[in-house]
């Protein structure tokens, strides 16, 4: 059964950096991608960066320059450090993992608050 545990969220001050922590219970290679998705309060869930199994990355235009997700394949774990944090990025981050053969099959993690004040 595949797991996805999260870590380091938490309150940070405009302009500060965190790092959140995916790690997975398989090999980061069984999925054909891992991303993290973030949901702030009255809005849909958002696709913030993912990183392919190739290794190519993906992120939302309204992160680009500020976070970078990387993986460690060795710990099965992906990570998304952040800089420069914005208040509006206060939403909770949740770890996603895709796999899309048979059938695109969707797992994710508990999630974690992360909270930018100004």
């Known amino acids: 059964q595949v797991q996805l545990v999260e870590s380091g969220g938490g309150p940070v001050q405009a302009g500060g950096s965190l790092r959140l922590s995916c790690a997975a219970s398989v090999s980061v290679f069984s999925f054909n991608a891992m991303g993290w998705y973030r949901q702030a309060p009255g809005k849909q869930r958002e696709l913030v960066a993912r990183?392919?199994?190739?290794?190519?990355?993906d992120y939302d235009d309204s992160v680009k320059g500020r976070f970078t997700i990387s993986r460690d394949n060795a710990k099965n774990t992906v990570y998304l450090q952040m800089s420069s944090l914005k208040p509006e990025d206060t939403a909770v981050y949740y770890c996603n993992a895709a796999r899309v053969l048979p059938m695109r099959i969707d797992y994710w993690g508990q999630g974690t608050q992360v909270t930018v004040s100004s």
């Open positions: 990183i392919f199994s190739g290794g190519r990355t």
